[in-house]
């Protein structure tokens, strides 16, 4: 489950506490939660910012860096914060079939966070050939109304047996 966190959220000094308290509440492994921040967010306080997310992840919790490309893409930020997870914004996933620059993007930001040791997830996804061209390129993870709308949490056990029992032409 992921977790969009704000700025604000991110200046709350309980809130590894919080993540903690929730984890052991629900009986929910650290390791099933990812909190996404976005690039704006990370530059409010960087030391403050790096010094809870290592909390988080000391937790089990995994790290996300949502919309990448859309705001202010340090590469420092790569290099300081123990991310898992890039989320590439959906508008360069979008153009990237008519847009000779947004492909570049796409294929620069997978291979630098390749090099990182960062997955990557494409947001945006809406059709099928844009999928298999993500997957030839070596991208992680997709997201998108290709596989669901937003849906009730009740919907979602069975929406993803069917999210897994798709093969999306990928064989």
């Known amino acids: 489950m992921a977790l969009n966190v704000t700025a604000r959220d991110l200046m709350n000094f309980d809130l590894e506490k919080e993540v903690a308290?929730?984890?052991?509440?629900?009986?929910t492994p650290a390791n099933r939660i990812e909190v996404e921040?976005?690039?704006?967010?990370?530059i409010a306080d960087p030391r403050r910012v790096k010094k809870l997310l290592s909390a988080l992840i000391a937790l089990g919790v995994k790290i996300s860096i949502d919309d990448y490309g859309t705001g202010y893409s340090s590469l420092l930020y790569l290099q300081q914060l123990s991310l898992h997870y890039?989320?590439?914004d959906q508008?360069?996933?979008r153009e990237m079939h008519h847009d000779a620059s947004s492909l570049a993007i796409v294929r620069s930001t997978l291979?630098?966070?390749k090099n990182l040791q960062i997955e990557v997830i494409a947001e945006g996804i809406h059709a099928v050939a844009c999928l298999q061209q993500?997957?030839?390129m070596g991208c992680y993870g997709a997201q998108g109304f290709l596989f669901s709308e937003p849906l009730p949490a009740s919907e979602i056990p069975a929406t993803v047996r069917r999210i897994q029992a798709t093969r999306y032409e990928l064989d």
Request: proline share 0%; no cysteine.
């Open 91 to 93: 508008q360069f996933i």
């Open 21 to 27: 308290q929730a984890l052991e509440k629900h009986a």
């Open 86 to 88: 890039l989320k590439i």
């Open 111 to 113: 291979e630098l966070a």
């Open 37 to 42: 921040i976005t690039e704006s967010s990370a």
């Open 134 to 136: 993500l997957v030839a």
